[in-house]
């Protein structure tokens, strides 16, 4: 069983950078889809990024396509989401998901779809 955790959260401006950090406990976690998702208070969990197990084809929902950026090291067992130009509406909790997957082309958009889950970092962007 994989265990997650995120950091880099925090307090930024509008406009500014954040660089959220996904680490898994998991040796072989080149064989794990990973997503990122984010929750605000009242709403949905919605995706905002997921990535291949080679890390070889990324997706971005609509919401941080050309703002955000998900990468991944599997060497150090981390994926990262760079968050740039930031918005008061991107403030929410955000979290790492991971599926062991079989197959190097999954891409995975739905939260339900995950098994794994980190506890999540606060993103608060002020405008």
């Known amino acids: 069983q994989v265990q997650l955790v995120e950091s880099g959260g925090g307090l930024v401006q509008a406009g500014g950078s954040l660089r959220l950090s996904c680490t898994a406990s998991?040796?072989?976690?080149?064989?794990?889809?990973v997503g990122w998702f984010r929750q605000a208070p009242g709403k949905e969990r919605e995706v905002v990024a997921a990535?291949?197990?080679?890390?070889?084809?990324?997706y971005y929902a609509d919401l941080g396509k050309g703002r955000f950026t998900i990468s991944r090291d599997n060497a150090k067992n981390t994926v990262i989401l760079q968050m740039n130009s930031l918005k008061p509406e991107d403030t929410a909790v955000y979290y790492c998901?991971?599926?062991?997957?079989?197959?190097?082309?999954?891409?995975?958009?739905?939260?339900?779809?995950?098994?794994?889950w980190g506890q999540g970092t606060q993103v608060t962007v002020s405008s």
């Open positions: 998991e040796g072989t976690f080149n064989t794990y889809v």
């Open positions: 990535i291949t197990r080679s890390g070889s084809r990324p």
């Open positions: 998901a991971a599926k062991w997957s079989s197959f190097g082309n999954t891409l995975l958009r739905e939260a339900s779809e995950y098994d794994y």
